[in-house]
């Protein structure tokens, strides 16, 4: 990106500088379908630094999701239940096999689920617990984890925002039994679009590499295991192409390097936003101790007298690109059709109308986010 632009946009993709490289040595090899040798590198990649059971790339975090639906044999009816305030894929993923989100409203430090608040939503047609680790910070796993483990239901964690996050030494998505992870050019490592799942449940594994291939069995025969596969369950392509693999593993061999450089912005944000924060404008994300964030996004959610219209103006007149965050799933067309509430939504409808995210990407100049933040000196 040329940094004399005026213009500062949200995002930027990162390149490390062998994505190229290894796609031509894809093509060289003459493996450009779903699991070769890149798509290899990198399921022992994640499997090492998550510690899960397995792991298997995906074209989306979506298909990652969706998966998670048909390994727990979502039925018509089966209540899910989960944050309102996510994508629309943690929804969608579930609604595809005739399932009932339930939605929960969300604490106001974090904006992820509010674990206190997930018993009171469970019913007997329960399957499933889905949490969302917003912002790459963690949900409060030890309560989900017991409260699931109490009325036996699975947890799945959508972890899109959230590679190289922690909650208590752990890395997300390999703490319930099921975890999804997001590679879009949006998230931290990237790979254009792509995903992967983390299954950590054994029970699961060969069940998932099955859904994965059509539903049929050839990673076995593949790994000379049976003398022929066959359809075995219902199941999609769910598989990427090598060559986004090949991009991916340049970005994973990077992947601490460059949270470490978004950590650097993050807490740059943070250090100037503190004066804003003191005169009452604006609060600053909260961490919890037990949270090892990835700088995944920094947000800054407004004084309630503070008309937020007005300050994402502001920011387009100036030439830089901030931008608010989801419409709630449950006061959406489709959410209100396919899902359902369990108790109040005043955290998620309050915070969802205050919040904008800043521009923060590999590269982005200490410069640059003090002209973002100096935007903000017209309202304080």
Known sequence: MD??????????PYMTGKELYYISNAHFNGALAGDGPFTKKCHRWLEEHTTCEKALLTHSCTASLEMTALLLDIQPGDEII??????????????LRGGVPVFVDIRSDTLNIDEMLIESAITSKTKAIVVVHYAGVACEMDTIMNIARKHNLKVIEDAAQGVMSKYKGRALGSIGDLGAYSFHETKNVISGEGGALLINDPEMSLQAEIIREKGTNRSQFFRGEVDKYTWQHIGSSFLPGEIIAAFLWAQLEEALSITQNRLSSWEHYHNLLAP???QGLLRRPIIPNECEHNAHMYYILLNEDVDRQSVLDSFRNH????VFHYVPLHSSPAGQNCGTTSGSMNNTNSLSEKIIRLPLWVGLTTEQQERVVSVLDKFS
């Open 319 to 322: 030439g830089i690109s901030a």
């Open 82 to 95: 989960m944050p309102s305030y996510t994508f629309v894929s943690t929804a969608n993923a579930f609604v």
């Open 3 to 12: 940094k004399s632009n005026k213009n500062i946009p949200f995002n930027w």
């Open 276 to 278: 804003y924060e003191k």
